[in-house]
């Protein structure tokens, strides 16, 4: 059953993942900002989400696109002012519409004041102890202390000038702070402070799986392959999923609750088992955590079940909500991976596409997926541009790529600039309506020229486009009792279809087998990924029903 109203909104809200550099640019310069977002809140607003996620707006040198912030109580001046972001959160609220920011806790960047007073103050000094400073290993020190690697390539460890070597996760540029310091506790609680009291209804946490790291900072050692067939197993990581990582979080949900209304956090985690990922979304931790098990499973109806049923047991189980994601900044748009036989899914695992992309393909499957996912009892993310079916940009020219992972993989990874192209608003060429008319300055990243067929504009009205199954899904998930929030009982079908009941009357059935499937006799359809012809639901096609009498399979 659903849950009564006053169940926090977090627990089924639709959330739309705003790419700032890349939604909507108001200052002409390119770039998206907040002036293009309070721009597009009507469009929000009748696309029907109930709140969105901003990638990170801080100061930032931007060497990681804003993933490395210099400044966490300022704005970036490329994104526009803290008046104006204090300006677009009053008016999401007007729209109805929450406003959550990206908060990123594991690193800052290499020119916040603490690491240029570490840089500064040199080798065992205090200022160093809110990093990860360590000598070299090898008589001159010469050899990085561990062989802990990047996740965007090559050593963690960079060497200075005085010998010491810091720790980075990611790019040199984002150093990792030692959550073993007091500092750094009470910096971000306040910083959550001074987001919260501006009205912001919560954060997404980056990297939340890493904060914590092991005591002496042991080498990595070799993890042993996943067993096909077989239930994955939670391994000791030096610096992933460490459990003294909730205590942090504990503090933060205490600070969110200081304050009035429903504030929340989404944890980015990356966990080996849906029990690992539970463990971030107690009741006294983080609200909800991104479903990543269901954006990287294939398009196959027994993987997917798997996911569905663990991710509602495991997060159930400690009274969490699921959340559904297909797409997001880091990862190949869903409509290029479902295009194709299989193909890398996170960009830092090296892209590798398996065979040619079959466009339509991978719309038709992205059309059902989205029946799908916002059917499932839960809440859901839509990544920007999904709504409109964007694919994956795969010809970028070498010369304008700009993410870390491009550079720090010697060009053998393309990174993640592909999903993160300027959306195309209207108009019959770039940028689309991405920039006023009068801009000085291309978008950042060129849009393909076909992209005029995916504009805001040509969709709008069209009733076979992605944008008005998008509106038409949300919609309907709004006003019908029986979605967001609540639990589904699975149907007898057979194997490739999926189909599962949720009360009252709803069903939603997908299929990703190879034969046509007849739908329920005494069901009405709400809404179909294609249209439904002689009561047949074609292959990779799914469909939102109406139904009367419908009994569950045994479980
Ligand atoms: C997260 C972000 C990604 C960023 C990384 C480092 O994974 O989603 O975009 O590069 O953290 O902050």
Not at 397 to 413: A, F, K, L, Y
């Amino acid at each position: 059953m659903s849950q009564p109203s006053k169940a926090p909104w977090w627990r089924s809200a639709v959330i739309y993942q705003v790419y700032i550099r890349s939604f909507a640019d108001g200052s002409g310069d390119g770039v998206g900002d907040i002036a293009g977002i309070r721009s597009r809140l009507p469009y929000l607003k009748s696309l029907g989400v109930d709140a969105i996620w901003i990638n990170p707006w801080f100061k930032s040198p931007q060497a990681d696109h804003g993933y490395d912030v210099s400044d966490y109580r300022a704005i970036d001046e490329l994104f526009g002012t803290v008046a104006e972001a204090e300006q677009l959160v009053a008016e999401a609220h007007r729209h109805g519409i929450r406003v959550v920011p990206d908060i990123v806790p594991n690193h800052t960047s290499d020119q916040h004041a603490w690491f240029r007073a570490a840089l500064a103050a040199g080798p065992g000094s205090p200022e160093r102890e809110r990093y990860i400073f360590r000598p070299g290993l090898g008589p001159d020190g010469t050899l990085p202390p561990n062989n802990w690697v990047s996740e965007f390539g090559g050593p963690a460890w960079t060497r200075l000038p005085d010998g010491d070597w810091y720790l980075h996760l990611f790019a040199p540029e984002q150093p990792d702070l030692d959550w073993n310091h007091p500092d750094v506790h009470a910096e971000f609680e306040d910083v959550l402070r001074f987001w919260f009291g501006r009205g912001v209804d919560g954060f997404r946490v980056d990297v939340a799986h890493g904060l914590v790291k092991a005591p002496g900072l042991p080498d990595l050692t070799p993890r042993p392959d996943p067993v096909p067939g077989e239930p994955r197993r939670h391994v000791d990581h030096p610096h992933w999923d460490r459990d003294e990582v909730h205590d942090i979080f504990r503090a933060w949900r205490k600070v969110a609750d200081e304050f009035p209304g429903d504030r929340c956090f989404v944890a980015e985690a990356w966990a080996d088992t849906p029990e690992r990922l539970a463990a971030y979304v107690r009741a006294d931790t983080l609200h909800t955590a991104f479903n990543f098990d269901f954006l990287t499973a294939s398009w196959d109806a027994e993987e997917l079940r798997t996911v569905v049923d663990d991710s509602l047991a495991m997060l159930g189980a400690v009274g969490a909500p699921a959340t559904w994601v297909l797409s997001n900044h880091d990862v190949v748009r869903h409509p290029s991976r479902y295009g194709r036989r299989g193909a890398g899914h996170w960009a830092g695992a090296r892209y590798a596409p398996d065979g040619p992309l079959d466009p339509a393909l991978g719309i038709r499957r992205a059309r059902a997926a989205a029946l799908l996912s916002l059917a499932l009892p839960g809440s859901v993310y839509v990544y920007q541009g999904e709504e409109l079916g964007l694919p994956e940009v795969e010809d970028l020219p070498e010369s304008v790529r700009q993410d870390p992972m491009w550079e720090r993989t010697g060009h053998t990874d393309p990174g993640r600039d592909g999903c993160r192209v300027p959306l195309p608003w209207s108009g019959q060429r770039t940028p689309f309506g991405f920039s006023p008319d009068d801009a000085t300055a291309e978008p950042w990243l060129p849009q393909p020229a076909s992209w005029h067929e995916l504009t805001v504009e040509a969709q709008t009205g069209d009733p076979a486009s992605v944008l008005e199954l998008y509106r038409a899904a949300l919609r309907l998930r709004r006003a019908h009792p029986a979605l967001g929030d609540g639990t589904l009982a699975w149907l007898d079908t057979p194997p490739g279809v999926l189909a599962f009941r949720r009360d009252p009357g709803f069903v939603c059935v997908v299929n990703l087998s190879a034969a046509p499937y007849p739908l329920p006799g005494d069901s009405r359809v709400l809404l179909g990924s294609a249209p439904v012809e002689d009561g047949v639901l074609g292959t990779d096609h799914a469909v939102w029903l109406e139904i009367q009498d419908v009994q569950p399979s045994t479980p």
